[in-house]
T-cell receptor
């Protein structure tokens, strides 16, 4: 039962343009969402998070948007850089739960 | 480096052997999570432990897999009588927060290959 879904396994974007990575979830109890970035042969690293009391959080080139009614969040990277090429995982949790639920990841390729 | 440390980074086992994967959480973190990533798949939760306690093992296969986080020493994920389907990357993560409003810090993973 995949409670967090990333329906696009891959995305290619030209350098300098915007990358938009999408994530959908099914559990309305989720109240905290995170994005992780993963390079090959490395562990995932935390990128940005958002609490359900917000609908937007921004950190430099990275912005996460949360639409609770649609159970949808997205990560915007602008401008995209070749070093952003990696697999991006979204994850969700709820305060009384014991685990973070991860999506299957989207592989982003930024073309120079 | 006070990050999450996993070893070994790579482990090769023959079918039927045992695999032991170790994880030392970040300094000050008492919550440890194990995730598995099968080829072409996402991160799947396996188990959540605190010191000397298994809190949630709902993602662990019922047989052959066990985990512990003793009072002293690293957390260990043990896979007995490995099969080819156990070949995967196993990631350990730790957190400081009691609730889940914090973030997980991941190790670099242990890649198990079963021949």
């Amino acid at each position: 039962d995949q409670q967090v879904k990333q329906n696009s396994p891959s995305l290619s974007v030209q350098e300098g343009r915007i990358s938009i990575l999408n994530c959908d979830y099914t559990n309305s109890m989720f109240d905290y969402f995170l994005w992780y970035k993963k390079y090959p042969a490395e562990g995932p690293t935390f990128l940005i998070s958002i609490s359900s009391i917000k609908d937007k959080n921004e950190d430099g080139r990275f912005t996460v948007f949360l639409n609770k009614s649609a159970k949808h969040l997205s990560l915007h990277i602008v401008p995209s850089q070749p070093g952003d090429s990696a697999v991006y995982f979204c994850a969700a949790s709820y305060n009384t739960g014991n685990q973070f639920y991860f999506g299957t990841g989207t592989s982003l390729t930024v073309i120079p | 480096n006070a990050g999450v440390m996993q070893n070994p980074r790579h482990l090769v086992r023959r079918r039927g052997q045992e695999a032991r994967l170790r994880c030392s959480p970040m300094k000050g973190h008492s919550h440890v999570y194990w995730y598995r990533q099968l080829p072409e798949e996402g991160l799947k939760f396996m188990v959540y432990l605190q010191k000397e306690n298994i809190i949630d093992e709902s993602g662990m296969p019922k047989e052959r897999f066990s985990a512990e986080f003793p009072k002293e020493g690293p957390s260990i994920l043990r896979i007995q009588q490995v099969v080819r389907g156990d070949s995967a990357a196993y990631f350990c993560a730790s957190s400081q927060a009691v609730g889940l409003s914090g973030e997980l810090f991941f190790g670099e993973g242990s890649r198990l290959t079963v021949l």
